[in-house]
Each structure stands twice: as C-alpha cells, then as structure tokens.
C-alpha cells in the first residue's frame, strides 16, 4: 500500500472517525501483491456504496498492530482477507470467531497476522465481535496489481454478503 497504513475511506480521514463507529468494515491486504490485495479491492468496491450510519470503511492495508487502536474502538468488526489455507483459489468462508482461539490460521502475509492482532485486543479486554470473510488464494504475485480470474470472480459475491451482514448489524443495534 502506497501512502499512510491506516486510510479511512469513509471521508473523514482520522483514525477518530472510529469512535463513533458501530460497525467497522476492515479491508486487509497488499495492492502490489496480486490476489493478496483482495482485501482492498472488496473495500474499494464497497467505497462506491451508500454506507449505513455508524458503518465505517478502513483500509488496513498491511498495518498489522497499527490497526489495534481502530479494532479496540469498534464494537463490530468486519475484515475481509486473504488466506492461505489450501482451498481452491477463489474459496470464501465466512466466520464469527468468539475467541482468538477460533481464528483460522493462514491469514495476510504480514509480519504481524490478524491472530495476532486480536489477540493482543483480546488481552486488552477489547475483543470486538468479529465477523470475518477470508478469500482463498494460491499463489502471490509480487509487482502485481491484478487478482486472478477465480479471486476476482468470488468478489461480487462477498460484496452482496458484507452488505446484507451490515445492514442486519445496523439495524440490530
């Protein structure tokens, strides 16, 4: 990611924003790493959207544990990512983790993973209800900007999800 590591796209611009977020929307991700970058491009599809009150976009790029001050503010987190995890290139899973234990393994290719992440806003006592979606991926491809025909093909189908999985939680709360 070219630029700061933490990039509201909502509009407002500061990490800030976050607190009046009931929901926030975590796209996780490297541009320039192919289909490790998915995570981005479903965030920046969702950017074209008319977002709820109280919904709120980050980019997280490859933040890692820059990220732990947004996550702890939100009381509900949605993050979307690649994974690693053997499946079919393309292959979505949605999760609702209760604990740090039930985060999958195989997630981002950053230094410090979202296991991690959490684990560490668990320990501060602000684990956030987490509704997680990973896109399965194959291979990584460095100086790419491109997803592969099966990733890009799964990204219609998580928007639609994010969607009516932020519209259920708005509305809920």
Known sequence: MIGPALDLVSGTGSIAATDRAQVLIIGVGNLLMGDEGVGIHLLRTLENDALAPGVQLLDGGTGGINLLESIARAPVV???????????????????????????????????????????????????????FTISVETVHPMCLELTEPVAAAMPGVVRSVQALTRRLVAAR
Do not use: W
């Open 78 to 132: 949605i993050m979307i990512d690649a994974t690693r995890d053997g499946q079919p290139a393309g292959t979505v899973t949605q999760l609702r983790p209760a604990c740090v234990a039930n985060l999958p393994g195989g997630l981002s290719a950053h230094d410090f993973g979202l296991r991690d992440l959490f684990a560490a806003a668990a320990l501060l006592g602000q684990f956030p209800e987490i509704h997680l």
